[in-house]
């Protein structure tokens, strides 16, 4: 009886707890079993192994006993990860291969049935979860290295301080442990180059609607939500498709959670979201998305747009279009950045500290209040009611700035000159940020009750228009900060250090409730 044990890990949401693969071969009746909570696409590697190992020139033992354990048994396993370990377990088991070898390295790949590395889901999650273990191991440790298919390891490679080695085949992973301890004829994977992105449009070709482009600068230079209300044609698309060009790239972490997220459900979505791009994601679901489209769900749980948002933009243009299950399940993301899908077998958690973008009608027909488009609303009053009371006050109530977008007569259009670029607008966000992360450490968006309070004093006479205007308006507690939040944004756009009446009075114009 032999025993050989192997290093590899699981995937449960956004996290990738270690798995031991252990591998025990008997004398007695030939058989093959796998246990360990294992799914039906883990069971299925039986046969991918048996025959990637026989294709590969290795010899299958097939008159013993071939037991695989998958360690811890009560973490739910899945997906085709664990093929590489298995069959390097069956090896070393069976003394075609030193198990010593194995200890420094973690493995994951799918096999096919010629013994070729096929890419598998969660390489960066997989990465960053070695380089955790990596640091927090007892000093004097041999930190573990990966090792992952080819397109895995391109993946993973962009994590940094994790060695990653790369591999097509399951003879050149044994022939690289069979020459050394270190696995080092392998090579170190290489990171997928940033791909070369297409700018966003430049807001220098939206004329006109200077008050929206005014919003949309102090949502890019304070990360703040922002709903759009206008009529059909007015630039509410268009605005909202040049945010992205008004913010800062990433930072490292942001990015390699995003990466991360996106890797969950497809590889190839990585090589866009990889450090270093110049502009954020930004996703646009349309508007039959489900709430599981948009929040995550399923069994196991997937992420859903506002993970795959994680750090840059959601647009939900039509919003009262969304089914309200949908738009009432992001208020808690809105709120605390993270998404926790829970269900009977298992909960997982993802990032979604996104930045959601919103447009709409005023009404079904989108004329209300229009002036200068020649055209009038044909809603009653109570369609318009029913229209606008799709979105729930408590979700408005988590948007920080609510414009209206006005049409523009025509020949205002045509006589209009161009507008101001994405680049100018971009240098005066990038120094309204930097002042704040050098002030808090994060943007004013992301400030809670305590940072309010530090961050957002007032003095005398703002606090009492501000204590006026609240009471006037019916605010609630998070509605009130919320509006000084905004203020805070002004007075950095305004490289002020204090909040000013003045900051507080923007502010209040761009908390407009809906027309009608």
Known sequence: MSLAVVRSRALDGLHAPPVAVEVQLANGLPSFTLVGLADTEVKEARERVRAALQQSGFQFPHNQRITVNLAPAELPKEGGRFDLPIALGILAAAGQLCSLRLAAHEFAGELSLGGELRPVRGAVAHALALRRDNRNAMPGTTPRHLVLPMASARAAASVPEVGVHAATTLTEVVAALQSGEQAQDLPFAAPWPVAMQAPPPDLQEVKGQLGAKRALEIAAAGGHSLLMVGPPGSGKSMLAHRLSGLLPPLDEDDALANAAVAGLGREQGLVQTAPGLQYRVMRAPHHSASAVALVGGGSPPRPGEISLAHGGLLFLDELPEFPRSALEALREPLENGVITIARAAR??????????????????????????????????????ARYQGRLSGPLLDRIDLQVEVLSTPPEALLAAPDGEPSAAVAVRVGRARQRQLQRQGCTNAQLDAAGVQTQCRLHTAAAGFLAA????????????????????????????????????AEALQLQRVLPG
């Open 347 to 384: 909960s997982a958690t993802f990032p979604a500290r996104f930045q959601l973008v919103a447009a709409m009608n005023p009404c079904p027909c989108g004329w209300l209040g229009s002036t200068g488009s020649g055209r009038s609303c044909r809603c009653s009053p109570d369609a318009v």
């Open 469 to 504: 205007a609240a009471a006037r308006l019916g605010w609630s507690g998070r509605r009130l900060h919320r509006s000084l939040k905004v203020a805070r944004t002004l007075a950095d756009l305004a490289e002020s250090e204090h909040i000013h009446t003045a900051h507080l």
